[in-house]
């Protein structure tokens, strides 16, 4: 299996800061990686997909870059319905793995 | 636009067979593939399993043997059933409709199940 490791697990933000998430695969991926937020109580919701495309109606705030093994998400300045659990995961090949998430709080 | 819902028991006891059905609105369930991923209380995701058009099957290794997900494309529904269920089975789950290359972007509102006596 590929194993994804998320950093930091967890990190304390302000409004309006720019924040980076970093995800690291086990092996080579090449740009099969994909970025969720989770708020309490709700499903996940896919933000990027191939590393660095946008999903439709996801805010221009959210970028994501890299390829290989080392991958960011990056939000450019938070807002408050930001703040919420971030994961990323690899479809690459299967069984599709998950990193074990980054939870973003408010300073 | 398609939506997802889960349904089945809320409750099932140690050693018995997990059952969750997944209802696909707004869409056809055929040419698509079909997920259920599923998180433990307080704890991050694992993908379970995925089937394509009720022929094409793969599921995760360390549930493979438990696990059986199909298709009913009378009723527009894909189910999952996960045997010999242990307190670690206890999860929400989630059905999930991946965009290609397999980047879930349609989820269902999850299912809790606990498992118990």
């Known amino acids: 299996d590929i194993q994804m490791t998320q950093s930091p697990s967890s990190l304390s933000a302000s409004v309006g800061d720019r924040v980076t998430i970093t995800c690291r695969a086990s092996q080579r991926i090449s740009t099969y990686l994909n970025w969720y937020q989770q708020k309490p109580g709700k499903a996940p919701n896919l933000l990027i997909y191939t590393a660095s495309s946008l999903q439709s109606g996801v805010p221009s705030r959210f970028s994501g870059s890299g390829s290989g093994t080392d991958f960011t998400l990056t939000i450019s300045s938070l807002q408050r319905e930001d703040f919420a659990t971030y994961y990323c995961q690899q479809s690459y090949s299967t069984p599709y793995t998950f990193g074990q998430g980054t939870k973003l709080e408010i300073k | 636009q398609v939506q997802l819902q889960e349904s089945g028991p809320g409750l099932v006891k140690p050693s018995e067979t997990l059952s969750l059905t997944c209802t696909v609105s707004g869409g056809s369930i055929s040419n698509y593939y079909w997920s259920w991923i599923r998180q433990p209380p307080g704890k991050g995701l694992e993908w379970i399993a995925y089937?394509?058009?009720?022929?094409?099957?793969n599921y995760n290794p360390s549930l493979k043997s438990r696990v059986t997900i199909s298709v009913d494309t009378s009723k527009n529904q894909f189910s999952l059933k996960l045997s010999s269920v242990t307190a670690a089975d206890t999860a929400v789950y989630y059905c999930?409709?991946?965009?290609?290359?397999?980047?879930?972007?349609?989820w269902g509102q999850g299912a809790m199940v606990t498992v118990s006596a």
């Open positions: 999930a409709r991946p965009r290609a290359p397999f980047a879930f972007n349609i």
């Open positions: 089937i394509y058009n009720s022929g094409s099957t």
